[in-house]
């Protein structure tokens, strides 16, 4: 379809507490691959869910045209099987009864033209090296970047004219996001498709053609990739804040002026009764002079006031434009007693649960982890990388081998099982530190982004990367400190404030750190002093290259 477009109209989005999340939104979105961009909490899924009609705005409308598949970054833990992961399980089922025999329209009408989307499926599947997958699978079976790659087959599988994909490369290894570069590149280009990507993966926004980013006054559209835009970006905001200096200081100036000017009118007011009063003049007289004094001064003072809110407004209509450029900050760690020691030891330990696919499944892993040390954990989808953490974290138990975990430890995995969803933020930061008070929490809560409303909601409310960051503070800040901190992903879901917020804590952290993650450029911040690779002759140990 030559003329496929999404167009919002005016929309506006409340939240079911009442709070306006974004309103009188228009754009056009057409056959440029598009980027979606902003603050985690902005609304960014929920846009792109209204955009595939998934849920209605609360005013406004979606004009377009042609089928619109909709991927979302939760899609992984709806689902059970992978003709469900992938988005086929109605489709198959229907295709099932009428191999059977089944003549039932509805059967039909499920299946439309895509009576080879078994077979398609199956080398789609292929080509991203799943093709052992059956349809019946469990999904538990499957890493996150494994489950994420069933996810995207099905929807580049999909007969649609637009493809709305919320945080596709989370969890994907390095092959794997190149691969899903291409598919889009292929999708895109060469299928005539429209596409519009949520993401923070500066490699993948660096693809699109255009980046629109959503803040609390709106939407704005770039023309060109992230880079283009950091950089567009970037000179809006110093434009911003040179106007804001501006407004400032002409709201001081002006609010000196008024001073004065009252001051001056103060002193006619005194002069003009002390001279009705030596001149002795009659009562009715002095009267009438008294009330056009208090007359003038009234019309001076409503003035002024008009003055003092109009120089209030330009002040606040230039802050709003840096509202979002907040910083976010993560408090430092305290620093650990007793210097370097052993936190935990590996003895020729197995690991469970891994694709037999990865020969270091099969490898015997020696490790002994220190104080101090920082490791970043590399391989494949699928090679063991967060069974090894959920290992160290005393989660599950080797399928071989001995494991020794000494001091307390934080854990933080990428699907945030330590945040109950029915849970508030709140709740769950006072059961991991109840030495700090509450104003304390709440005001490093606050610091993250995390405001009084977000902390009284259930976690499972706020957005992925909202999530993420109350997993963050109640695993950094807990009491007593991690001697080892594990993290799996987790720079997945936070905005680019955030991540360079996480980049720069974590620097600092003196214990020993284990960390998985497919963000080369986040791991190169981290300073880290080994990496513990699974390759197909088994885990490897070396030093972290250094730049």
Not at 319 to 335: F, G, K, S
């Amino acid at each position: 379809m030559t003329n496929t477009y999404l167009t919002l109209q005016g929309v506006s989005l409340a939240l079911p507490q009442g709070k306006t999340l974004f309103s009188d939104l228009h754009a056009q979105f057409d056959l440029r691959p598009t980027g979606l961009v902003g603050r985690n909490g902005v609304g960014k899924s929920l846009l792109a869910q209204i955009l595939a009609g998934k849920i209605p705005p609360s005013a406004g409308q979606v004009r377009g045209s042609g089928q619109v598949h909709y991927l979302s970054q939760q899609v992984i833990c709806e689902s059970a099987t992978v003709a469900a992961l992938a988005g086929v399980q109605d489709v198959l089922d229907a295709l099932g009864r009428i191999e059977g025999g089944s003549t039932a329209v509805a059967d039909f009408e499920a299946v439309g033209d895509r009576w080879d989307l078994r077979q398609q499926l199956r080398q789609t599947l292929q080509a991203q090296g799943l093709g052992h997958l059956e349809m019946e699978s469990p999904v538990s079976g499957l890493s996150g970047g494994q489950a994420m790659r069933v996810a995207l087959a099905g929807a580049l599988t999909m007969d649609a004219d637009f493809l709305i994909l919320d945080e596709p490369s989370n969890h994907l290894d390095r092959p794997g996001r190149a691969v899903l570069i291409e598919q889009l590149r292929h999708w895109s280009a060469e299928r005539g498709k429209g596409l519009l990507v949520i993401s923070h993966d500066r490699e993948l926004l660096n693809t699109m053609q255009r980046i629109i980013e959503l803040t609390a006054l709106g939407l704005d559209s770039w023309g060109g990739n992230y880079d283009f835009y950091e950089q567009a970006k970037a000179r809006q905001v110093e434009h911003a804040t040179e106007q804001l200096q501006q407004a400032r200081q002409e709201r001081k100036r002006q609010q000196h002026a008024l001073r004065e000017q009252q001051e001056r009118q103060q002193r006619r007011e005194a002069r003009g009764r002390r001279q009705g009063q030596e001149a002795n003049q009659a009562k009715i007289l002095l009267d009438r002079q008294k009330d056009r004094s208090q007359g003038t001064a009234g019309k001076l003072a409503l003035q002024q006031q008009a003055q003092r809110e109009q120089l209030d407004a330009r002040v606040r209509e230039a802050a709003a434009l840096l509202e979002d450029e907040q910083a976010i900050v993560l408090h430092a760690l305290p620093p650990l007693a007793g210097g370097s020691r052993t936190v935990a030891e590996l003895e020729a330990v197995r690991l469970p649960f891994v694709s037999g696919a990865e020969q270091a499944a099969h490898s015997a892993l020696n490790l002994s982890l220190s104080t101090g040390q920082r490791i970043g954990v590399l391989g494949p989808n699928g090679c063991g990388k967060t069974t090894l953490l959920r290992l160290l974290a005393g989660r599950i138990q080797p399928l071989s081998g001995k494991c020794r975990l000494v001091g307390p430890g934080a854990y933080l995995d990428q699907q945030l099982e330590s945040l109950p969803p029915e849970r508030t933020v709140l709740e769950l930061m006072q059961e991991a530190n109840a030495a700090l008070p509450e104003a304390e929490l709440r005001m490093r809560l606050a610091q993250l982004g995390l405001n009084a409303q977000k902390l009284a909601q259930p976690s499972g409310l706020l957005s992925g990367g909202e999530r993420l960051k109350a997993g963050l503070a109640c695993a950094l800040y807990a009491d007593p400190p991690a001697q080892i901190l594990l993290l799996d992903e987790p720079s997945n879901h936070l905005d680019l404030v955030s991540q360079k917020a996480l980049q720069q804590m974590l620097a600092g952290y003196q214990g020993c750190l284990v960390v998985v993650s497919h963000d080369a450029v986040f791991l190169d911040a981290l300073h880290l002093s080994h990496r513990l690779e699974a390759t197909k002759q088994g885990w490897v140990l070396d030093a972290w290259p250094q730049a």
